[in-house]
């Protein structure tokens, strides 16, 4: 499990359209695409690489967990990414920020604290989390 790295998904398993908005906790695996407006947390399976597109004019409220985020768009909350964040040019965050790796472009803003998770920090959660 440790030192295992997923790529992002290429393909888009899910959509959620521009004219489409969904208050409630959102739940997916594979590749999400988001162009409308999500009120509510959007958690990727656990168990499965997923990668999260947040488009340009996209607005999430909420938490958000995902082995790889894309950001294009506004997030109002925090971002865990288990593997990769990348931010876009007009991308907008306002939360934390936690990481394993990041790609910042000009022109993103992160109103937040960027927290950045190396592998260690899993092992100690792990160990804690089994009891040993």
Known sequence: MFGKTSK??????????????????????????????????????PDQPGTLVVSENARIDGE????????????????????????????RIKGDVYYKSIEMVQGSVVEGRMVHQGDEVKSVELKLATGS
């Open 8 to 45: 992002p998904q290429s393909r888009v398993d899910s959509w959620i359209g521009s004219t489409t908005s969904i208050e409630g906790n959102l739940y997916f695996s594979g590749g999400m695409r988001v162009d409308g407006v999500i009120r509510g947390n959007v958690t990727a399976q």
């Open 64 to 91: 958000v967990h995902a082995a790889h985020v894309v950001v294009s768009g506004t997030i109002v909350g925090p971002v865990h990414a288990t593997e990769s964040l990348e931010l876009q040019a007009g991308s």
